[in-house]
């Protein structure tokens, strides 16, 4: 049985959306950020914030279904252009717990005011992309599953039982 938790679309969203408002615009940086977010809040509150699966691409971590597909939504809450994140209105913060901000902080911070070789560096050190990264074989990008994220042996068996439960 494997980790699955159900993507909340809305909530994805509004977490980059607040990124944009806290102050970052680089696309690359918001992707890290919202990894760091969703493996802080998976291993401390056994579910992630946004729910969205991540996959190891050459320069790290990406949330699969934002940078695949919301994207290239129109109307979506941002939008992007080159390899910037534009909001086209504010976040709404009745989506987040407390618990879900704390992560989003401690994304935001462990990246904000970084360039790009620092964030990359920082990001390759993750052993869930290093394991993934390293077995993709020609494949431009390979799925990062729930269970290389989570750190401790019996939350990983638990989460197989329940997570698919979970309301995020």
Not at 30 to 41: G, P, R, S
Not at 98 to 110: F, P, Q, R, T
Not at 126 to 136: D, H, Y
Request: charged share 30%.
């Amino acid at each position: 049985m494997v980790i699955e938790f159900k993507l909340n679309e809305r909530k994805a969203v509004e977490a980059v959306l607040w990124l944009i408002q806290k102050g970052e615009a680089n696309m690359y940086h918001i992707w890290k950020m919202l990894f760091e977010a969703d493996k802080y809040h998976l291993n401390k509150y056994e579910r992630p914030v946004t729910g969205d699966t991540y996959v190891a691409m050459e320069y790290g971590t990406v949330p699969n279904w934002l940078y695949g597909k919301a994207c290239k939504q129109i109307g979506i809450g941002f939008y992007k252009a080159g390899k910037s994140l534009f909001a086209e209105r504010n976040y709404i913060g009745k989506f987040f717990s407390e618990s879900d901000i704390e992560a989003l902080e401690m994304g935001y911070k462990k990246y904000a005011n970084l360039d790009f070789n620092s964030v990359r560096d920082i990001n390759h050190e993750e052993p869930a992309w290093q394991k993934n990264w390293a077995k993709r074989g020609i494949l431009k990008c390979v799925d990062i599953p729930f269970e290389d994220i989570v750190e401790d042996a019996l939350l990983r068996e638990d989460l197989k039982e329940t997570a698919r439960l979970t309301v995020i």
